[in-house]
């Protein structure tokens, strides 16, 4: 990591649109794809909190992806993926599956992760889904998959993880 002296994102329209959507406020989810096997993996994740779930037969779930990721690579390898939303104590990992923080071993050695048909799911989260990519668009600088939702797994939200501003909050103060 290096420390410069001038602001990354000096670009005004850039700067305005960030600082706009920053007060947006949005769930933090991470998605999942991928194998975990024996201590090796094939998996790919990355933290997302630019998405929506649209209502129709089926459900869908948009997500807007960095296209440089690993996990845009991967998922278009596999076609499926699981969204976990993510809650307050996850903030940590959080910043390690978004690239901000370090995660000696990889990402995924840092919480327990059961393989799904859809790719490996956060044990400890309770409210997942799990998608089949339906069709992929590069919008802006970013990437869109649109996702047909083949199944929901609803459980308490008592904390959960929300990105405002640059800062993760929580709506519900943790107990």
Do not use: K
Request: proline fraction near 7%.
């Amino acid at each position: 990591m290096t420390i410069h002296t001038d602001h990354p994102f000096l670009d005004a329209e850039r700067v305005l649109g960030r600082q706009f959507r920053g007060r947006l406020g949005n769930r933090v989810s991470l998605w999942t794809t991928g194998e975990l096997s024996g201590g090796a993996t094939s998996a790919a994740g990355l933290t997302v909190s630019s998405l929506l779930v649209i209502p129709g037969e089926p459900w869908r779930v948009v997500g807007f992806i960095d296209p440089d990721s690993g996990f845009a690579d991967a998922v278009a390898a596999t076609g499926t993926a699981v969204v976990s939303l993510l809650e307050w104590h996850h903030r940590g990992l959080a910043d390690m599956f978004g690239g901000v923080a370090p995660a000696p071993g990889g990402a995924f050695t840092h919480a327990e992760f059961e393989q799904t048909d859809h790719g490996p799911r956060l044990v400890d989260a309770p409210t997942w889904a799990g998608v089949t990519v339906e069709s992929v668009v590069d919008v802006g600088w970013t990437r869109q998959l649109t996702c047909v939702a083949d199944e929901f797994s609803i459980g308490p939200d008592e904390s959960p993880l929300h990105h405002t501003r640059g800062r993760y909050r929580s709506l519900t103060p943790p107990g």
